[in-house]
């Protein structure tokens, strides 16, 4: 290569390797750029001094009720805080709380009060979605009341205040008198939040406005208010009128019913006092013991003592008086009243002979029986079908033993079967078994007494055609006819052998009526199922508040005594009561 040549190379060399080291210094420039971040004005900064504030979370909900001891019948209310990590604090609007013991304490969310409606203590629960707290109440007796006459109702106050429900007891646990009030200016429903002190009803009129109807079972002085805010049932409009206030005095009744009986078409109450009053149908006297014109009112009955305990059959009645006779008087056809005769009507009210010392007694359809001390059983009456278990079909006009019975402490008699709870808790029953009501796996009549399988009770009660019980896990068992769902299980089988209802009940009391039960639960609610109720067991409500304390069935009819012993059955017109004149 010449040296031209040589120098032409080294030239074009030199050019190639800084056009390549330009590229590169280029390309590391662009990278640079790239990665880094652009420097932020210092106007843009923040304050190096200021801190971020911490967040606002919830730590703790607080309850408080004041009282904590509270009187038995008073109310208070229910106050809830919820405190943030911050410190700063907010009152919760509407308490979302349950009582651990309903028949101590009750809670109504629409008001947010507690009330105390039974002695005892309780825990009371609030809560929101993260959070929960609790506070302990105890309820005792309230100071006896002063003898000087109650002070007169407070004026409605000139400015509403906020819709609640207060209760001053005047009296205790007194027996009530019901009055009914209604307050025709409210555009919404009444708050209530006990249904053991007042009971409210809502007639709806076109849909936009509703009218409180109020009926009340508590002793005391009551403000009664509508809300502030509702929404129409059916239209959906908001009502934002002021709520409409009155005071209310209820005053204690002078009577209070502790047992009621239904018969076909008369009803029987044993009062406190032990008198009874009975009314309904009396063409054959079965009412006051004078044949006549059915009673629209309950007459008190003459029956020439003091009454532990009242029964009625279909057109007959009799009770146990406090020497442990027993006094009967209606219709005696089939010798029901036990006088040794047989005949129509045996009129006035008389003792059945030759028997006393009674401790339980029960009228069938047509028959009667009895338990006496020494735990044998005595009946009378009809015996078509052996239900006096004396081993005949003879009808018997006074008082014959059981066969084969003994230390049985209840009795209950149907339509034409009859069964005894024994002290050992078996059930023996007698009598019609067409339906399988004698609870044995058959279905033959028996004119003695025969055991009902397997089981062990401690409540016995029979209707026309089925039988049922209580068990000693206070569960109930039905057998027998079930063609208008007597027996609950939610069809119509017949069942010759005991049956739970579906849901399974738990019950204190039993009324087994005519094609209906009834199941008197522990915190005094009413279940019933059969003709005129569901088909399976549901809290019964329509006679007024759920809590009862006593109920009766038959055929159509239904009656139930209030925790504070008034009565009401469910042919009485609507916030009515039956008084005791």
Not at 10 to 22: E, G, K, R, S, Y
Not at 211 to 217: A, D, E, L, P
Not at 529 to 537: C, N
């Amino acid at each position: 290569m010449g040296p031209w040549r040589r120098t032409a190379h080294l030239l074009h060399l030199a050019v190639f390797l800084t056009v390549v080291a330009c590229g590169k210094s280029r390309t590391s420039q662009s990278e640079e750029a790239v990665s880094q971040p652009q420097p932020i004005a210092s106007d843009q900064l923040g304050d190096p001094t200021e801190t971020r504030p911490p967040e606002r979370t919830a730590i703790e909900l607080r309850v408080v009720v004041e009282p904590s001891d509270l009187v038995l019948g008073q109310e208070a209310e229910v106050r809830l805080t919820l405190l943030y990590s911050d410190g700063t604090e907010e009152s919760l609007p509407t308490p979302y709380c349950a009582s651990s013991d309903l028949n101590v304490l009750t809670f109504a969310s629409e008001i947010g009060y507690v009330q105390a409606i039974g002695r005892g203590s309780a825990k009371l629960t609030c809560w929101r979605y993260d959070l929960m707290a609790q506070i302990s109440l105890k309820v005792v007796d309230p100071q006896p009341p002063a003898t000087q006459e109650p002070a007169a109702p407070p004026p409605a106050p000139a400015t509403a205040p906020e819709p609640k429900l207060i209760l001053e007891p005047t009296s205790g646990a007194a027996p009530l008198e019901v009055d009914t009030f209604l307050i025709a200016a409210a555009s919404c429903p009444m708050s209530s939040h006990d249904l053991t002190s007042i009971d409210l009803s809502t007639d709806w009129g076109d849909g936009q406005h509703g009218k409180g109807s109020h009926r009340y079972v508590a002793a005391g002085t009551f403000s009664a208010c509508s809300r502030t805010e509702c929404i129409g049932r059916f239209t959906g409009k908001k009502l934002l009128e002021p709520p409409a206030c009155a005071a209310v005095v209820v005053r204690p009744a002078a009577r209070a019913a502790i047992r009621i009986a239904v018969g076909r078409a008369h009803v029987c109450a044993l009062l406190d006092g032990g008198s009874a009053y009975c009314w309904g149908e009396n063409d054959q006297g079965q009412a006051d013991g004078k044949p006549g014109q059915p009673l629209s009112q309950p007459v008190l009955v003459d029956t020439g003592g003091p009454v532990s305990h009242v029964t009625t059959g279909d057109d007959h009645t009799c009770a146990i008086l406090d020497d442990q006779q027993v006094a009967c008087w209606g219709k005696n056809e089939r010798g029901q009243l036990g006088r040794g005769m047989f005949g129509g009507s045996a009129g006035a009210v008389a003792t059945v002979p030759a028997l006393d010392k009674v401790v339980d007694l029960s009228a069938g359809g047509a028959h009667t029986c009895a338990v006496l001390e020494d735990g044998t059983v005595h009946c009378w009456g009809a015996n078509q079908a052996g239900q006096l278990g004396d081993g005949t079909t003879v009808d018997r006009a006074g008082p014959v033993a059981v066969s084969n019975l003994t230390e049985v402490v209840r009795i209950a008699a149907g339509g034409n079967h009859s069964c005894a709870l024994h002290h050992s808790g078996t059930v023996s029953c007698w009598g019609r078994n067409a339906n399988g009501q004698l609870g044995n796996g058959s279905n033959g009549d028996s004119t003695t007494a025969v055991e009902v399988t397997g089981m062990q009770a401690t409540l016995v009660s029979v209707g026309e055609k089925h039988s049922c019980a209580v068990d000693r896990q206070d569960s109930v068992w039905c057998w027998g006819a079930n063609d208008a769902y007597q027996l609950g299980t939610g069809e119509t089988k017949d069942s010759s052998q005991p049956v739970q209802p579906i849901p399974s009940v738990n019950a204190t009391r039993l009324a087994a009526g005519e094609v209906q039960t009834c199941a008197h639960r522990a915190n005094d609610f009413l279940s019933c199922w059969g003709k005129g109720f569901a088909e399976q067991p549901l809290v019964h409500t329509s006679l007024g508040p759920p809590r009862v304390a006593a109920a009766s069935v038959r055929s159509s009819r239904t009656c139930v005594i209030f925790t504070g012993g008034l009565v009401r059955c469910s042919d009485t017109p609507a916030n009515e009561v039956i008084n005791f004149p």
